[in-house]
């Protein structure tokens, strides 16, 4: 197992994506990236919204969806995501994908299960952990740095106030009736990477554990 932010074993343009935001994805300058950092100027209905995310994220306790993806050289790749939430997740990638990730036990574990290879990093050094904190809140220890509300979609960037540089999520959001559209991350290295989500089904009950097991490199 290989110590996170050091995939030797993935060519350096892939690795770093993926440690940022579930698979490769198209990447930012630095300098772009540190303009994410400085706290946004909202307006009386702007905080009215976040307010509104807020309650909607965290009164989310399970998610399954189909989800897209789409890699630097315009490729493609589909799969089903879960999330259990406060904490976990499971990305499942639709053959012949190697892909798997998982999030439990508050880590972050990647395999390829063509190359062999697992990989583990704190979840609360991904952007994607905001999204599966418990009491999830978007004030105090989340800085809300960009906030837009047109065309019938709600976007919000947020980072971690007191590691901005850890990396930044961009959450999209229906906005009547609210609902999650898709993300995307821009990890520490300035890279950027797009979730969209389909079919998206919200409260279904329990999940079974295993969904979550970090032990994925025989699966």
Not at 80 to 86: D, S, V
Not at 100 to 113: R, W
Not at 173 to 189: G, I, K, M, T, Y
Request: with cysteine; proline share 7%.
């Amino acid at each position: 197992m290989t110590r996170p932010n050091r995939l030797p074993f993935l060519p350096t343009r892939l690795a770093t994506c993926l440690l940022g935001g579930l698979m490769a994805g198209t990447c930012l300058p630095v300098a772009a990236l540190h303009a994410q950092m400085a706290a946004a100027t909202l307006s009386t209905a702007d905080r009215g919204w976040v307010q509104r995310i807020q309650t909607y994220l965290d009164g989310i306790t399970t998610l399954e969806a189909q989800f897209q993806q789409l890699a630097p050289d315009g490729k493609r790749a589909t799969g089903t995501a879960w999330l259990n939430r406060p904490g976990r997740m499971r990305f499942e990638y639709d053959k012949p994908s190697p892909l798997l990730l998982v999030a439990n036990h508050g880590q972050v574990v990647f395999n390829d299960s063509q190359l062999g290879q697992t990989t583990t990093l704190p979840l609360d050094k991904t952007p994607l952990g905001l999204l599966l904190r418990p009491g999830l809140q978007l004030s105090g220890d989340v800085t809300v740095t960009a906030f837009t509300h047109a065309n019938g979609l709600v976007q919000v960037t947020l980072v971690r106030t007191a590691s901005p540089g850890d990396g930044s999520l961009t959450l999209v959001f229906h906005d009547n009736p609210l609902s999650l559209r898709s993300w995307s991350v821009v990890d520490a290295q300035g890279q950027a990477t797009q979730v969209d989500l389909f079919n998206v089904r919200l409260g279904g009950g329990p999940m079974p554990d295993g969904l979550f097991d970090t032990n994925i490199g025989d699966q």
